[in-house]
């Protein structure tokens, strides 16, 4: 703790030293050019080339483009960023990642995550359709809070209409297999309306999206993922307001509303594949035990903002999140749910679902300071209660108890501008106070069984485990992040930085609350629900300058107790927390050609993560993080075209092969042998998408393509994680086609 009061001590002298130069204008002026964008995820009006962040900004064109081929703006994220892992191309976004870590979805700045019980499902929270922007920050940091150990991935929604009387835009989309089966027919409708009347302003608009169920490029129905949830077979509906009141020039309120449901329709059931002959899992008409997958958030945020506030620009915004997450379930082999008390073991069903509640409040203010308009500060306050819990929702147990978090954190930035801008310090602190609170519980009762053999005759079948008494408690944690960086820009365009930055997240407590095997457990002093605080060092170039656009950045992050995911005999993942080390390099060039609209990019990431897999952990790295905890090493390749009327985009993404390399696997590790996680090795795969786009009088027609090559591939989550089960081995989505139709007025 001293080192850091040190550091941010030796941060804020740096950046109150004298100024050279004091010819630029306050920070309430809006910047002029390619740098008036503003990355409101950074909690900052200041442009992007002023923060030692890598920073990347998923316009709105670019957006539908993506959505039009994938349908999901987590698609879209992972297929024009180097350094962000394949997608499952499932309603659970399990083990996927940015620079090796989880990143922060956010709305507006609201946090979709459930940290508490991760559920994976905060990539699916709002449809596409009503997002501007989507703002990138990479990298561990504590910008917004808890979660972004990976970054943030912020979704910007529509803004509020500026011209006056009525506005909107429609649009209307059918989607085919490679066959134009009546099955994998799927259609999108989506609608809003906007509305200016002089200071108030108001925007309403709703989607519905039929998915049907998807195939291979072979054209066998993909596998299902019954209890995480799938996005096929499939609808979902998005209802969205905003209402606006401008209360002065430069103060503004706004209310955003927004609800989102995605639901199984529970017409497929799974069927188990063969790894050892490359046959993917499937799927057959039939009827999935139970209420089918389901995902549904509800968020009501009220901001109110003066970008001239005494000189400076004042953020607030206080917010309510709901989330209800239902998962599939099954007899079998989910033995965790078998209570012989209940029914007799192997005929117990049940599933769960996560429940979790969210009420935040965040207040920031930043200006230049009074005749020393070179130095910008900014201070704010956030504040967050998230209350979570599990339930199994056929039997009425509580699978994980009620956890009540709460996150109070003051923090502090500055940004000084030196030699007329060539040089800026960025750096600041936060102060984290954490609580949690979890009451009196006991584990499930659960069943494991041991299969009997002709060498295995005693000790095998059902054996019973009851649970046991875990006394709650009340946690706390405090810590001071620190971030701070560098930048240099001899010339507009060009610039180089190097930053540090912490992150902090909770592991997933549920996970580590539900599996407690020994008695005496007191939450107070059980370590394993500590915070995950996470570093990032980075260096980073940047040249934009006439047609190029190009960017480098070599990272490094660790953990002294990171969070990994292993999984165990009941195909469920446990959490081990352990030291983490992962590094990479991600490269980035774009080059306007001579040819007038047509520009070129390429892209390439590589990523080493690796861990403490020790029995008896030494702080010392030894094995390689498996698939569903790091990202592959790719190299993405796109042509795009934009003139008149016409725009068009072909896309590659090259996933590399990658091979786990660790120490032997312990048959028990329990019995003081080395943690190894599954080691199945990635063979790689290619594939290409298209779209195109034509603007006529009556709206825009487009056409798309995703795996145009119609390419027969094992995605990556399954080819690296639960190598053993049948049933999770997934090949990807076919050829697929879209066509679509959008109209403004």
Request: with cysteine; charged share 20%; net charge negative.
């Amino acid at each position: 703790m001293n080192r850091k009061f040190a550091f941010a001590a030796l941060v804020c002298t740096a950046l109150s030293s004298p100024a050279f130069a004091q010819d630029s204008a306050p920070v309430t002026a809006a910047p002029e050019g390619e740098d008036a964008i503003i990355v409101t995820a950074a909690r900052t009006i200041l442009p992007p080339n002023a923060l030692p962040l890598t920073i990347d900004i998923i316009g709105k064109d670019a957006l539908d483009q993506q959505l039009a081929i994938s349908g999901s703006v987590t698609d879209a994220v992972a297929n024009l960023t180097p350094s962000f892992s394949p997608t499952r191309q499932k309603l659970s976004g399990s083990g996927e990642s940015l620079r090796g870590r989880s990143p922060l979805y956010a709305i507006n700045g609201i946090p979709q995550s459930t940290p508490m019980r991760d559920g994976s499902r905060d990539g699916f929270t709002i449809d596409g359709f009503f997002v501007d922007r989507v703002e990138l920050i990479f990298g561990s940091n504590a910008l917004q809070g808890i979660g972004g150990t990976g970054g943030i991935v912020n979704q910007v929604t529509v803004g509020a209409p500026t011209q006056e009387g009525l506005s909107g835009r429609f649009l209307l989309q059918g989607t085919a297999d490679n066959d134009f089966s009546k099955a994998g027919m799927g259609g999108k409708a989506g609608g809003l309306v906007q509305y200016k009347a002089g200071r108030f302003d108001a925007t309403v608009g709703a989607t519905y999206d039929i998915r049907g169920v998807f195939s291979d490029a072979k054209g066998r129905p993909l596998g299902l993922n019954l209890t995480q949830g799938e996005t096929q077979d499939s609808k979902a509906t998005n209802f969205f307001a905003r209402l606006g009141y401008e209360l002065s020039p430069s103060a503004r309120l706004d209310l955003i509303a927004s609800r989102f449901e995605l639901k199984g329709d529970g017409d497929y059931v799974a069927i188990a594949g063969n790894r050892a002959t490359g046959l993917p899992t499937s799927a057959v008409r039939g009827t999935p035990p139970g209420a089918p997958a389901a995902n549904r958030t509800e968020s009501v945020a009220l901001s109110l903002t003066d970008t001239d506030l005494w000189g400076g620009n004042f953020v607030s915004q206080i917010f309510f999140n709901r989330s209800r997450d239902t998962f599939g379930g099954e007899i079998n082999p989910i033995a965790t749910f078998q209570d012989p008390a209940i029914a007799p073991v192997g005929t117990l069903f049940d599933q769960s679902q996560n429940r979790s509640r969210k009420l935040g409040a965040k207040f920031s203010y930043e200006r230049a300071v009074p005749g020393f308009d070179d130095l910008t500060l900014t201070i704010g306050f956030d504040a967050l209660v998230d209350k979570t819990e599990q339930a199994l929702i056929a039997t009425n147990r509580v699978w994980v108890p009620p956890s009540d978090f709460q996150s109070l954190a003051p923090f502090g930035q500055a940004n000084l501008k030196l030699f007329d801008g060539i040089v800026r310090l960025a750096g600041g602190v936060r102060w984290e106070n954490v609580t949690i609170k979890i009451d009196d519980f006991r584990t499930l009762a659960s069943t494991t069984f041991v299969a009997c053999s002709a060498t295995v005759t005693t000790n095998c079948g059902p054996s019973t485990y009851a649970g046991v008494d875990v006394a709650g408690g009340k946690p706390k944690f405090d810590d001071l992040l620190i971030n701070g960086g560098v930048i240099v820009e001899p010339w507009a365009g060009i610039r180089a930085y190097a930053s540090y930055a912490e992150g902090f997240t909770v592991p997933d407590i549920g996970r580590i609350t539900r599996s407690v095997k020994a008695t005496g457990v007191d939450i107070d002093n059980f370590l394993d629900i500590s915070p995950v605080v996470s570093n990032n060092r980075e260096i980073g170039f940047e040249v934009k300058r006439g047609p190029l656009d190009a960017s480098a950045a070599y990272f490094w992050s660790s953990s002294d107790k990171g969070q990994l995911l292993v999984t165990g005999a009941d195909r469920m993942f446990d959490v081990q927390r352990l030291r983490v080390e992962i590094e990479g390099l991600e490269v980035n060039l774009g080059v306007q050609t001579p040819i007038d609209g047509l520009k070129l990019n390429v892209g390439y990431a590589h990523l080493v993560g690796r861990f403490d897999s020790d029995a008896v952990p030494d702080g010392k790295v030894d094995s390689d993080l498996d698939g569903v905890n790091i990202s592959p090493d790719r190299i993405n390749l796109a042509a795009s075209y934009a003139n008149g009327p016409f725009s068009a985009r072909v896309q590659t993404q090259v996933y590399l092969k990658r091979r786990f390399d660790g120490k032997a696997r312990a048959a028990d590790d329990a019995n003081g042998g080395p943690l190894q996680l599954d080691d199945n090795d990635f063979g790689g795969y290619t594939l290409t998408d298209a779209t195109a786009r034509y603007q006529t009088g009556i709206g825009g027609i487009s056409l798309s393509v995703q795996n145009l090559f119609n390419k027969q591939y094992i995605d990556y989550s399954s080819d690296t994680r639960l190598p053993r089960d049948q049933l999770s081995y997934f090949a990807g989505r076919g050829r697929t086609f879209t066509l679509g139709w959008d109209y403004r007025f």
